[in-house]
């Protein structure tokens, strides 16, 4: 039906559905819908049996309420009256047309059996029940919304054939169906379990990406593109773990460090190799940096900063080479990547080539999963787990080994600043900065914050602008100066 078309409907019954047909009839024309009913339309000198045909076959009459009660069954049944005289034109229609949606039963009495009385030829239809009070307004809707063409539930479009469909040899299906026993379990330890086995499945997935030997440049990045499959099953993964009751923090600290351990060394692949080479391990690393953007997108999504200063703020114990098997303590900055396979090798002979770097102009344009994660929102977590490092004073915590800080490789995707940062001139909301810095009072955030200031080294060779820092966006005097 078009938006600007009124529905059309004609009402067949007995006159012992007065009490429910009139109101009826008057309810949907105030609801937009123009009734034909025999005590507004028939007049005096028509015709009743061609009236009611004209009103049966007009092709502008969209539906066709059937009233049906005792009376009204019985004399539909045994042809007989007025009401005969219109199921022999109904009855035509139904059987003769294949669009016997225009006829619908609406039911005003039942048999002391619990059933609808409804003439013989419809009975097999899905009907209306209007005779109950208490049912009354919900399958008005129901009638209403069918009228107009706008059911409750609609058939959602049709999607698009999943990547993973055409994967030849990986098996995602367990993969898929941990996530949703995770969403559908009741029980922390079932849940537990499922997060655990979803843990050693993907580890043995992501093996299978290994291939033999090392890869060059053009294929290192042609399987970080084929990776997107198995990149989305862990972001499904991540939001039914925010939905249990465990610790999400903790699993998702835990992940990182077990895979980042797993996949970049040789010896998680072979406990005995003896020789390896980094390069060999670059698809790994790369996965690790997107996927761990990712985690941080979705947790400024759902607003979650205690989370994120959780992830943030942890000691992982992570291996300092691809054939070291002893952990050292480390923070989330070691999980920033840059592929020099990718970038110098491959790039150069890529229409791409003029691209500060073929990576993250391909994580900003080419691997949303809408709704959390947009190209900006990627972006965005990419800057934003930058602009908080010098607050956290990673770089110059002696237990945490100094790492570099974290570049972000996005920041030129980014369109609009964090949001955090501007909004927290409310005093308000800086009480939500308190759990993203560990802080309890706005001045210990200004504590926080003093050193979150640009650094004109953060940027590419090539950019005129380095990235922003906290206090290219808000001055430190301007924090919780507003209501």
């Known amino acids: ?253 835990d992940f990182f460090e077990r895979i980042y351990n797993t996949l970049t060394t040789a010896k998680g692949f072979n406990p005995n190799a003896m020789q390896a080479c980094e390069s060999d391990y670059e698809i790994y690393k790369i996965h690790i940096w997107e996927s761990f953007i990712c985690v941080i997108a979705y947790l400024r999504h759902t607003h979650n900063y205690k989370a994120i200063y959780e992830l943030l703020t942890h000691t992982y114990f992570l291996t300092s080479s691809c054939l070291d098997n002893v952990v050292k303590p480390a923070n989330y900055c070691r999980f920033r990547f840059y592929s020099r396979l990718v970038e110098e090798q491959y790039k150069p002979t890529t229409p791409n080539k003029d691209k500060y770097t073929l990576l993250g102009h391909t994580l900003c344009t080419e691997r949303e999963k809408k709704p959390v994660y947009t190209c900006e929102a990627i972006a965005e977590a990419d800057l934003f787990l930058y602009q908080v490092t010098k607050a956290y004073q990673l770089a110059e915590d002696e237990h945490q080994y100094r790492e570099p800080l974290w570049f972000p490789t996005c920041y030129v995707y980014v369109k609009t600043w964090p949001n955090e940062w501007t909004k927290m001139k409310s005093r308000k909301y800086c009480e939500n900065m308190f759990d993203l810095f560990g802080v309890k009072s706005i001045e210990e955030l200004k504590g926080k914050l003093k050193d979150c200031i640009s650094d004109c080294e953060m940027k590419y060779p090539r950019s005129f602008d380095s990235a922003p820092a906290i206090l290219s966006c808000v001055k430190l005097e301007e924090i919780g100066s507003m209501n």
């Open 1 to 253: 039906m078009h938006e600007d078309r009124i529905p059309k409907v004609f009402i067949s019954y007995s006159w012992s559905s007065d009490w429910l047909v009139v109101p009826l009839a008057e309810r949907l024309v105030s609801h937009g819908v123009d009734v034909i009913l025999d005590k507004w339309d028939l007049k005096e000198g028509q015709d009743k049996y061609t009236f009611m045909e004209q009103c049966v076959n007009d092709p502008d009459v969209t539906k066709v309420l059937i009233i049906c009660d005792k009376k009204y069954a019985d004399k539909a049944n045994s042809r007989t009256g007025g009401v005969g005289d219109e199921t022999v034109i109904i009855s035509g229609e139904v059987y003769g047309h294949m669009k016997q949606e225009k006829f619908i039963p609406v039911i005003a009495e039942w048999d002391e059996e619990g059933n609808p009385y409804v003439p013989a030829y419809i009975k097999s239809r899905i009907h209306i029940n209007l005779s109950d009070e208490e049912k009354y307004e919900e399958e008005y809707e129901k009638l209403l919304r069918n009228i107009f063409e706008k059911p409750l539930y609609s058939k959602p479009m049709l999607g698009t054939r999943p990547d993973w469909v055409d994967e030849e040899n990986k098996d995602f299906f367990a993969l898929i169906d941990l996530v949703r026993q995770i969403k559908g379990s009741q029980s922390e330890k079932k849940q537990q379990s499922c997060v655990t086995k979803f843990v050693e499945e993907y580890v043995e997935i992501l093996k299978t990406y290994n291939g033999q030997g090392s890869r060059d440049g053009a294929q290192t990045y042609e399987c970080f593109v084929e990776m997107k499959v198995i990149r989305d099953i862990f972001l499904d993964f991540v939001s039914a773990l925010a939905e249990t009751e465990l610790n999400f923090a903790d699993v998702i600290c």
